[in-house]
């Protein structure tokens, strides 16, 4: 039997990071450090890091997200980056997108839990819901898979001139790199990396931004989104 980790108090500037919710911050982590262990969503090793190397480091991806838009976090997990982000957030519109059922069951009740209106969990894979879900500005993620797998499932969820935000670590322009074609045939006209977080997390976060032009995912995707939307219409219709 695995002895219980403790929860180390919020470091100074969560606070200013989460303002007004900080206190649904606090609850979240006590959900992780509790509820997200015991149902194996997260390892007991990162109940003393949960604060720097979890909340907080997805918290600042918020400084590249624009406002008031729509927001698909792939691959979901326990909710990082999509909770953390929805908590400082409340102007984004964000679907929680994650194919276990434990874990959306998970993410189900902390969103009910923290009052989170403007978010959606959607049990399903990226592949899945393409043509049932729609279109969003931006789609987020972090430790889901390699850039160009990663780009597969998540830049066809974009709408036309959408961006993918993926919270990678020290290998990001190698990643880019190695994906580099396989970016091109998904429709992305530009990629970045980008370095958030200062003053707040050390070292800073890095983000992968990859931009798309008028067709997210291809021209493949494009033929493969237009068949799903008139199969839903077709449904709706019935």
Not at 129 to 146: D, E, F, K, Y
């Amino acid at each position: 039997m695995t002895a219980e980790v403790e929860l180390p108090q919020a470091p100074p500037g969560a606070r200013a990071v989460f303002g007004e919710f900080f206190p649904e911050a606090v609850r979240y982590a006590e959900l992780l450090a509790d509820a997200g262990v015991k149902r194996g969503l997260i390892g007991p090793r990162e109940v003393p890091r949960l604060w720097e190397r979890h909340l907080l480091n997805c918290a600042v991806l918020s400084e590249v997200v624009p406002e008031g838009v729509t927001v698909c976090d792939v691959g979901s997990g326990a909710g990082l980056p999509g909770i953390p982000l929805a908590l400082v957030r409340p102007d984004l519109k964000i679907t929680l997108l994650e194919p276990l059922l434990r874990r959306t069951n998970f993410l189900q009740e902390v969103v009910e839990l923290l009052g989170l209106d403007h978010v959606t969990v959607v049990r399903g894979r990226a592949e899945e819901v393409l043509g049932s879900l729609q279109p969003v500005h931006v789609v987020t993620a972090r430790a889901v898979a390699p850039l160009d797998r990663l780009a597969g499932w998540g830049v066809p969820l974009l709408r036309p001139y959408g961006e993918m935000l993926a919270l990678k670590g020290d290998t990001a322009e190698e990643e880019i790199a190695g994906a580099r074609a396989a970016l091109s045939k998904l429709g992305v006209v530009e990629t970045e990396v980008l370095h958030v977080g200062e003053g707040v997390v050390d070292p800073m976060s890095t983000v992968v931004r990859v931009v798309v032009g008028e067709s997210p995912g291809g021209v493949r995707f494009a033929a493969k989104r237009a068949k799903a939307a008139r199969t839903s219409r077709t449904r709706r219709r019935r």
